[in-house]
């Protein structure tokens, strides 16, 4: 796993973890209420009826009884948020009004300080076009926002602004706060003149879009022009923190509720983003005015298996929905077109109809990509002779065989009968010897296939696993974990995740002090979601089943007298072997190592003793 920051993270994690309660931040997206001593929900990564998911304040972990999810606060945000692991850490320092980059700029590596500064340009900037969009010199902006039909509310929530139409006056701005020149170019929002070698404001006279990560930090902007020359959308420059084949418009702010569709509509441009978020249809996401890129779907593929491609009626944005919706296979994306009619894009379509018959439209126009891609070589005429038909059913049928539901396949091979005007049982007997020619190429092609359901688990027996509940005492008790080492071994851990879970304790108490041995241990598996998730499992179920004392003795004395008596089979195994055809030093040998076990014995029950005295 890459550590950007190394020790400094664990610095930051701490203090992170003094500061939010994960209780809250659970609390934000699942309603939990309170019970003996955790808080419980309905979980939000399964469904049920009644909650079987729970947080632990004291523990700061949750866990769900129904379906095993669990972890920290980061692996909680990870699962249900989407985000990666530093913008999980970002978002948290943000909550708890840490300055992350006061854990990065000391760093050595100046690269950090850098991105930070940038990222701080684009707030202010993001702050300086807001404010005079807001002012009255914003005024022609506002009006033309209001009569395109966008409402202050909205202006609010994206943060919209005006570039004012000016060379300058962002750059005098930037420079008044304190900013560096070369910062400030390496931005993209301010570029040296090559005519008159000044520095010149990149965008004029335009409302400025701002482009948010995942964190909610602002790494680029888009700009619609108002009036003049010059192109109709402009994003700001390129540079280490933006990249436009990375990023969607809307994701940020779309989020929630593209995960409660479980389905996102993917759209051209910033207007269509904002008008449908503006009327209450949240799970929408707009390319940045470039073509759809393989990493945009990447990162929608963390919110969503479902994508609704719904770009404009006109022949540019058929082009791009057949290239969108190539991405989307190769990223193994289910993929539905919502065909406009030419002329109308999602903006007017919404303002026309209303929230409630625009998901009308959207439920009853929806159509399969076979059924998009019929539609046309339909409409392109050329449907004429057999042979043509033949040509469009072969090249459809790579789409049906996607599609996993039998049902699905059949209706949409009806479909394409239907449509071609040829009898459903000629296509499905046409679909067969389309198979059947492609079995002996089959296994080329099936290694490609993305297997998207790869939550594959182990499902553990619910009965309260002995080694399990000993590693949770073992961590909160240093004196248990010594008398574990000195006399099982930490490798007695049978289970996998829990004796990587022993052996993780062991490497940490091996290296400071003893004290904060279970501090430095959580923060260890933080950013581990395996171990975090198995972490949180087995402390949530060993609460429910405390071990005792005298479980644990029971549990010592048990496993030496099984250990002795392995010894004592294995001794005279050798002795019988000695009997058979055995010389003088073998015999000298073995009594040797009796002695040793007899002695190895007392010795161990020796050093327990004194270990308890302490
Ligand atoms: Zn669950």
Redesign the pocket.
């Known amino acids: 796993m890459k550590r950007m920051n190394g020790l400094r993270d664990d610095e930051l994690i701490r203090q992170i973890e003094s500061r939010i309660d994960i209780v809250d931040i659970i609390g934000e997206r699942v309603e939990l209420s309170r019970r003996g001593n955790r808080f419980w929900g309905l979980?939000?990564?399964?469904s049920?009826k009644t909650p079987?998911?729970s947080v632990s304040q004291e523990r700061q972990l949750f866990y769900?009884?129904?379906?095993?999810?669990g972890g920290n606060v980061f692996t909680f945000l990870k699962k249900h948020d989407k985000l990666e692991f530093r913008e999980a850490l970002q978002y948290l320092a943000n909550r708890a009004g840490i300055d992350i980059s006061r854990y990065q700029s000391v760093r050595p590596s100046a690269k950090g300080a850098r991105d930070n500064t940038i990222f701080e340009i684009n707030q202010e900037a993001a702050r300086f076009y807001h404010e005079l969009l807001m002012s009255d010199f914003g005024k022609t902006a506002r009006e033309y926002l209001l009569q395109r039909g966008v409402d202050p509310e909205t202006i609010e929530k994206f943060y919209l602004g005006y570039a004012p139409d000016d060379w300058r006056q962002l750059e005098e701005h930037l420079l008044k706060k304190g900013f560096p020149i070369e910062a400030i170019t390496e931005s993209g929002l301010v570029r040296r003149s090559q005519r008159s070698d000044l520095y010149i404001d990149f965008m004029r006279n335009r409302i400025i879009f701002p482009i948010h990560d995942l964190g909610g930090r602002i790494i680029g902007f888009g700009g619609r022009l108002i009036s003049g020359e010059g192109p109709k959308y402009l994003n700001s420059a390129e540079n280490r923190i933006f990249s436009k084949r990375f990023h969607l418009f809307g994701l940020y702010h779309g989020r929630e509720a593209i995960r409660s569709a479980s389905e996102v509509i993917l759209v051209e441009g910033y207007m269509d983003c904002l008008a449908l978020h503006q009327y209450g249809i949240g799970n929408v996401v707009a390319t940045l005015g470039t073509a759809f890129t393989r990493e945009q779907a990447k990162l929608i593929k963390r919110y969503s298996e479902t994508v609704l491609v719904m770009y404009d009626g006109d022949e540019a944005g058929q082009r791009e929905t057949m290239r969108a919706l190539e991405v989307l296979r190769q990223e193994g994306i289910y993929a539905q077109v919502i065909p406009l009619p030419p002329g109308i894009d999602p903006d007017n379509l919404v303002r026309e109809k209303g929230k409630e018959e625009f998901l009308n439209f959207v439920q009853n126009n929806r159509v399969t990509v076979t059924e998009f891609k019929l539609q046309n070589y339909v409409k392109s005429g050329l449907t004429a002779n057999l042979e043509r038909k033949v040509e469009i059913l072969w090249s459809l049928f790579p789409e049906v065989d996607r599609v996993k539901s039998v049902l699905e396949k059949e209706r949409q091979l009806n479909i394409l009968a239907h449509r071609l005007n040829l009898p459903e049982g000629d296509v499905r007997r046409e679909f067969n010897s389309w198979k059947r020619s492609r079995s002996s190429v089959g296994s080329i092609r099936n290694r490609n296939r993305v297997f998207r359901n790869n939550r594959k688990r182990e499902e553990k027996p619910e009965s309260r696993h002995f080694e399990e509940r000993l590693l949770v005492r073992m961590i909160a008790d240093y004196d248990l974990y010594k008398r574990i080492k000195e006399e099982l071994g930490i490798d007695t851990f049978s289970d996998p995740s829990v004796r990587n879970l022993a052996l993780t304790f062991d490497c940490v108490c091996s290296t400071g002090e003893p004290r904060e041995a279970q501090d430095r241990f959580k923060e260890k598996i933080v950013i581990d979601d395996e171990l975090s998730a198995t972490w949180a499992r087995i402390c949530m179920l060993e609460e429910e089943n405390p071990l005792s004392a005298y479980e644990i003795d029971d549990y010592f004395k048990h496993l030496m007298v099984t250990r002795e008596r392995a010894q004592w089979q294995e001794f005279g195994a050798q002795l019988a072997e000695i009997e058979l055809n055995g010389d003088f030093f073998s015999v000298l040998r073995s009594i040797v190592r009796l002695g040793n076990m007899t002695f190895g014995r007392a010795g161990k029950e020796g050093s327990h003793e004194s270990g308890k005295e302490t």
Not at 43 to 46: I, L, N, Q, R, Y
Not at 64 to 69: A, D, I, K, L, Q
Request: proline share 8%.
């Open positions: 979980c939000p990564f399964h049920e079987s998911f769900c009884f129904g379906c095993h999810e």
